[in-house]
């Protein structure tokens, strides 16, 4: 094992099973209807099936999707076109509170609280790696803790620590509680965890393409939901990382760690936290080259690469996550755009990863 920070990272759960998705895509030379990004969606607040949480109608459309300027990070290049059919869609993320009811309901037991098969969990690891000490295979989550002063930010240890214990019921560890924060969004989901609330509640996980459309509210060629003013002065935007990070938070937004749901501004859409609070997980396998291999197609209601690929973590199979969280900074994590990306490991659970759903 090279580093701890390679410990801290990969000592977590494997998912019982992989969803690929597939590519829908068709070539350029095809008449495109709608070839503009879509400005006009309607928006209604309905109930779901399940009384747990409003959505709203997003019409669907035709958007340019990806970075459209320079300076971002090279998985979100080239931008191209898209064409997503209308959706329901979650107006907030999913709360402690919805998720309560879910386990109350059915009993589910989250991947961080599972016991963990080294047998399973080491072919998500380097060959070769080491076995770690049984006292440290036992049920967790990876939990932020602040540094003392600047570090190397190429070393996610310094911030990242593996704890047993932590999970959705105890987000900092085996000592803290959710009781005083049921309306801030639910944590440590791994993507099986998401999924499964997603069935019994009869939705399921946005596709990358679906939720970046939501995300944009209707605008076009604008840097952040609200439009091309950053966060990183203001308070009122965004719940991101103000500040210095990881070590001196500002907390200008009010907020050091999650925020409630529903904080701050709504984007164009009715769509709460699409920048910033919690990461949210997507459908999509995450391949670090997806944009660049249909580069020059008009894709209608992509579903995401065949095959998981990041060069920084090549052994582990990756789902896409959209939005940023509490911990974006512009810094090292310039993520609470609409187009930015990042794959996670579908057996991991974080404290500031969570997700929304969306209907049919």
Known sequence: M???????????????????????????????????????????????????????????????????SKGYYGREYPAHQVEVDGFWMDNHEVTNAQYKAFIEATHYITVAERVIDWEVLKKELPPGTAKPHDSILLPGSLVFKASKGPVNLNDIA?????????????????????????????????YEDAVAYCEWAGKRLPTEAEWEFAAKGGLVKKKYTWGDEDAK????????????????NTALDNYVGSAPVMQFKANGYQLYDMSGNVWEWCSDL???????????????????????????????TERVTKGGSFLCHVSYCYNYRPSAREGSSIDTGLSHLGFRCVKN
């Open 2 to 68: 090279k580093s701890k920070g390679l410990l801290q990272l990969k000592i977590v759960l494997v998912a019982v099973f992989i969803v690929f998705s597939s590519i829908a895509c068709k070539d350029k030379s095809q008449k495109n209807n709608s070839s503009s990004e879509s400005v006009t969606s309607k928006t209604e607040i309905v109930k779901s099936n399940k009384p747990i949480s409003e959505m709203v109608w997003i019409e669907g459309g035709a958007f340019q999707m990806g970075a459209h």
């Open 158 to 190: 310094n911030w990242w620590h593996w704890t047993i214990g932590a999970n959705w019921k105890h987000p900092q560890g085996p000592n803290s509680t959710i009781a005083a924060i049921m309306d801030h969004p639910v944590v440590h989901m791994a």
């Open 233 to 248: 002065n203001r308070g009122d935007l965004a719940n991101i990382y103000q500040g210095d990070f990881p070590y001196n």
């Open 286 to 316: 995450f391949n670090e080259n997806y944009y660049k291999e249909i580069a020059g197609t008009i894709c209608k209601n992509p579903t995401g690469a065949k095959k998981s690929y990041n060069p920084r973590d090549p052994y582990t």
